[in-house]
Nanobody, 120 residues
């Protein structure tokens, strides 16, 4: 079983910064991608940033230049540094990990979510 534990959310004023962390534990092997999604009230969950193993990092247009994703493979942890936060960044942020070398073995794991609230 795989567990993803997120931390670092909270309340911040517009223009401020937060750093989210997501630590994976359990029987986790062959990680393809680690990333972050978010879901605001009344909206669909959307990709924020994804970091494939050995691949090119992908960011949502709305966060480019403000957010930075990084990974510590030894700790199996992914981070999201969020700067210049805006009220529209308010959402529940979910850690996402994809594992598996083949289509059959591919699995998607989700964290429990952490609330980020940006006040104006």
């Amino acid at each position: 079983q795989v567990q993803l534990v997120e931390s670092g959310g909270g309340l911040v004023q517009a223009g401020g910064s937060l750093r989210l962390s997501c630590a994976a534990s359990g029987s986790i092997f062959n990680i393809n991608t680690m990333g972050w999604y978010r879901q605001a009230p009344g909206k669909q969950r959307e990709l924020v940033a994804a970091m494939p193993t050995g691949g090119i990092t992908n960011y949502a247009d709305s966060v480019k230049g403000r957010f930075t994703i990084s990974r510590d493979n030894a700790k199996i942890t992914v981070y999201l540094q969020m700067n210049s936060l805006k009220p529209e960044d308010t959402a529940v942020y979910y850690c996402n990990v994809e594992t598996g070398l083949t289509a059959i073995s591919r699995r998607i794991w989700w964290g429990q979510g952490t609330q980020v609230t940006v006040s104006s």
